[in-house]
């Protein structure tokens, strides 16, 4: 009878918690003010077009490096086999005792990125990269004109810029702060006249963080439709394991994507922010097992391409170390009973959880554990545990879970968190819901505008590839205490592969959530594929 009472009691806490996130998800939260064009919240809707030059539906293969690079129209020929070469070293702190852990290297500008012979593409000269503090300085126009309708989604007053962004179903409430961060930063580089002459359209598809078919109807009609000039500074991880091979078939520049899907790793024409998913769980697993030692662990599992990303970067860590995997527990996106899965952990009897998926399946997992009363000897691990809502909604069941983060930490002080945090509530009234995409988010829409900025004001997408290629952003500070390093080649791009790990030790926020247990540091695992 008492099991039974708290299994009632655990579906009761599963479906309010279950129908919050979701009603928050589908309402949505209102701007303060109405931001620059979209076809998102608070913006126009996009234009319509039919150039047939533009998109492809079709999945097509990686590795199209033409000369031209760039038009959306060529066909090219296969690239040479040399791979983006792993980083050699990264701003911030390295912890030591890694296999393989890279040495201390030049993170500057200096550093020209490799070309795919080995040899390094020549320097043009371009705007150093900004301070971080402001969140995009605006570029005047020329005085002899900006050259009007450069390329396609380029006028003499506007550029289009397109992305997938998640905007509804489970983490939507969670997700459309990503799309607010960008928009908070373009609204202040347009309203003081954008970037020469042009202010930035931002033309936004909801794929609710999904692969297959909805980010495939969204890459043709951004493409064929909308007919944007480039795909900006957007996040949906599920969303690019489909699109990625789309835009480089297309040879469609995709700068400052959020990098989560490692195939945004093998296309030359994707400029990825963040790291990648697997070193996400590569760094926190890594870590977990020097500090706490298990012999066995758990897996709950997103049961997605991304989740299986997650997953299998934890996987090649444990089994360095020799963790034994005794169980794989999966769910899908949306479920609301996890009950099966908590007992089937419980048999196994891991050591601990590590859980490779988004933050509501790991929150109902441990409400539904809570209530049945079970608890792993160790405490838990994850990708996503760092976002504020998980240790609001579960309290003291959390404490101790070890997590990743992109970089330094709120209560690290750097200027940048304040001025992340009063320009997005400019803007927007639900920074309660943001987490450590949003940051990325922003972070890349600073990175597209600087990019932008170094392309000129005779903008086209050859220009843009070229002058990313070339480094104008290496070197570039997110002002969260990492750097990017570039490494470009004909097989893709690296700018980051820092991980940070923090701690919960703070259920009830107070001050703050979590501490940081390691500083940034390269992930020394990291290969491309």
């Given at each position: 009878?008492?099991?039974t009472?708290?299994?009632?009691?655990?579906?009761?806490?599963?479906?309010i918690?279950?129908?919050?996130?979701?009603?928050?998800?589908?309402?949505?939260?209102?701007?303060?003010?109405?931001?620059?064009?979209s076809?998102?919240?608070?913006?126009?809707?996009?234009?319509?077009?039919?150039?047939?030059?533009?998109?492809?539906?079709?999945?097509?293969?990686?590795?199209?490096?033409?000369?031209?690079?760039?038009?959306?129209?060529?066909?090219?020929?296969?690239?040479?086999?040399?791979?983006?070469?792993v980083?050699?070293?990264?701003?911030?702190?390295a912890?030591?005792?890694?296999?393989g852990?890279?040495?201390?290297?030049?993170?500057?500008?200096?550093?020209?990125?490799?070309?795919?012979?080995?040899?390094t593409?020549?320097?043009?000269?371009?705007?150093?990269?900004?301070?971080?503090?402001?969140?995009?300085?605006?570029?005047?126009a020329?005085?002899?004109?900006?050259?009007?309708?450069?390329?396609?989604?380029?006028?003499?007053?506007?550029?289009?810029?397109?992305?997938?962004?998640?905007?509804?179903?489970?983490?939507?409430?969670?997700?459309?702060?990503?799309?607010?961060?960008?928009?908070?930063?373009?609204?202040?580089?347009?309203a003081e006249?954008?970037?020469?002459?042009?202010?930035?359209q931002?033309?936004?598809?909801d794929?609710s963080?999904?692969?297959?078919?909805?980010p495939?109807?969204?890459?043709?009609?951004?493409?064929?439709?909308?007919?944007?000039?480039?795909?900006?500074?957007?996040?949906?991880?599920?969303a690019?394991?489909?699109?990625s091979?789309?835009?480089?078939?297309?040879?469609?520049?995709?700068?400052?994507?959020?990098?989560?899907?490692?195939?945004?790793?093998?296309?030359?024409?994707i400029?990825?922010?963040?790291?990648?998913?697997?070193?996400q769980?590569h760094?926190?697993?890594?870590y977990?097992?020097?500090?706490k030692?298990?012999?066995?662990?758990g897996?709950?599992?997103?049961?997605d391409?991304?989740?299986?990303?997650?997953a299998?970067?934890?996987?090649e860590?444990?089994?360095?170390?020799?963790?034994?995997?005794?169980?794989?527990?999966?769910?899908?996106?949306?479920?609301?009973?996890?009950?099966?899965?908590?007992?089937?952990?419980?048999?196994?009897?891991?050591?601990f959880?590590f859980?490779?998926?988004?933050?509501?399946?790991g929150?109902?997992?441990?409400?539904?554990?809570?209530?049945?009363?079970?608890?792993?000897?160790?405490?838990a691990?994850?990708?996503?545990c760092?976002?504020?809502?998980w240790?609001?909604?579960?309290?003291?069941?959390?404490k101790?879970?070890?997590?990743?983060?992109p970089?330094?930490?709120?209560?690290?002080?750097?200027?940048?968190?304040?001025?992340?945090?009063?320009?997005?509530?400019?803007?927007w009234?639900?920074?309660?819901?943001?987490?450590?995409?949003?940051?990325?988010?922003?972070?890349?829409?600073?990175?597209v505008?600087?990019?932008?900025?170094?392309a000129?004001?005779?903008?086209?997408?050859?220009?843009?590839?070229?002058?990313?290629?070339?480094?104008?952003?290496?070197?570039?500070?997110?002002?969260?205490?990492?750097?990017?390093?570039?490494q470009s080649?004909?097989?893709?791009?690296?700018?980051d592969?820092?991980?940070?790990?923090?701690e919960?030790?703070?259920?009830?926020?107070?001050?703050?959530?979590?501490?940081?247990?390691?500083?940034?540091?390269?992930d020394?695992?990291f290969?491309?594929?």
């Amino acid at each position: 009878m008492r099991t039974t009472k708290r299994r009632r009691d655990a579906q009761a806490a599963l479906a309010i918690v279950a129908v919050s996130l979701l009603g928050a998800a589908c309402a949505g939260i209102q701007p303060k003010n109405v931001p620059a064009g979209s076809n998102g919240p608070g913006g126009p809707q996009s234009q319509t077009g039919t150039d047939p030059n533009q998109g492809a539906t079709g999945l097509g293969g990686f590795g199209q490096f033409p000369t031209g690079a760039g038009t959306g129209t060529g066909t090219g020929s296969p690239p040479p086999t040399y791979m983006v070469p792993v980083p050699s070293g990264r701003s911030g702190s390295a912890a030591t005792g890694r296999p393989g852990a890279p040495s201390s290297g030049a993170g500057s500008a200096t550093n020209a990125p490799r070309t795919a012979t080995g040899g390094t593409y020549p320097a043009t000269p371009s705007p150093a990269p900004p301070a971080p503090g402001t969140p995009g300085v605006s570029a005047p126009a020329p005085s002899g004109g900006n050259g009007g309708a450069t390329d396609v989604g380029v006028t003499a007053d506007s550029i289009k810029l397109g992305g997938f962004y998640i905007e509804s179903g489970p983490v939507g409430s969670l997700g459309i702060t990503l799309l607010k961060a960008v928009k908070a930063v373009y609204n202040e580089v347009n309203a003081e006249g954008g970037i020469y002459g042009r202010k930035i359209q931002v033309v936004d598809c909801d794929t609710s963080f999904t692969s297959g078919d909805k980010p495939r109807t969204c890459y043709s009609k951004l493409t064929q439709q909308d007919k944007i000039f480039a795909f900006a500074s957007a996040g949906d991880g599920p969303a690019m394991v489909t699109a990625s091979p789309l835009i480089c078939k297309d040879q469609i520049p995709a700068i400052w994507m959020d990098g989560l899907a490692s195939d945004e790793f093998k296309c030359p024409f994707i400029f990825p922010t963040g790291p990648p998913g697997r070193s996400q769980s590569h760094v926190v697993a890594d870590y977990y097992v020097k500090a706490k030692k298990p012999k066995t662990v758990g897996f709950l599992i997103e049961n997605d391409d991304i989740g299986n990303e997650w997953a299998q970067g934890a996987r090649e860590v444990f089994a360095t170390y020799g963790v034994k995997v005794v169980t794989e527990q999966r769910y899908n996106l949306g479920d609301t009973n996890l009950n099966a899965q908590v007992i089937n952990m419980q048999a196994a009897n891991p050591d601990f959880v590590f859980f490779a998926d988004e933050p509501l399946g790991g929150i109902l997992f441990q409400l539904q554990a809570k209530s049945l009363g079970y608890k792993p000897p160790l405490p838990a691990a994850g990708v996503t545990c760092n976002v504020e809502i998980w240790p609001r909604e579960v309290g003291d069941y959390t404490k101790g879970m070890i997590c990743e983060h992109p970089w330094q930490l709120p209560q690290s002080g750097l200027p940048e968190h304040a001025n992340f945090e009063q320009t997005y509530k400019k803007y927007w009234n639900d920074w309660e819901q943001r987490n450590y995409y949003t940051e990325i988010h922003w972070v890349a829409a600073k990175a597209v505008v600087e990019t932008l900025k170094a392309a000129g004001p005779n903008l086209t997408r050859a220009r843009l590839l070229d002058v990313l290629r070339r480094g104008a952003l290496n070197g570039f500070d997110t002002g969260f205490g990492v750097k990017f390093k570039q490494q470009s080649s004909a097989g893709g791009n690296i700018f980051d592969t820092e991980v940070a790990v923090v701690e919960i030790t703070e259920p009830s926020g107070k001050p703050y959530y979590y501490e940081l247990r390691q500083p940034p540091a390269p992930d020394p695992y990291f290969t491309v594929g």
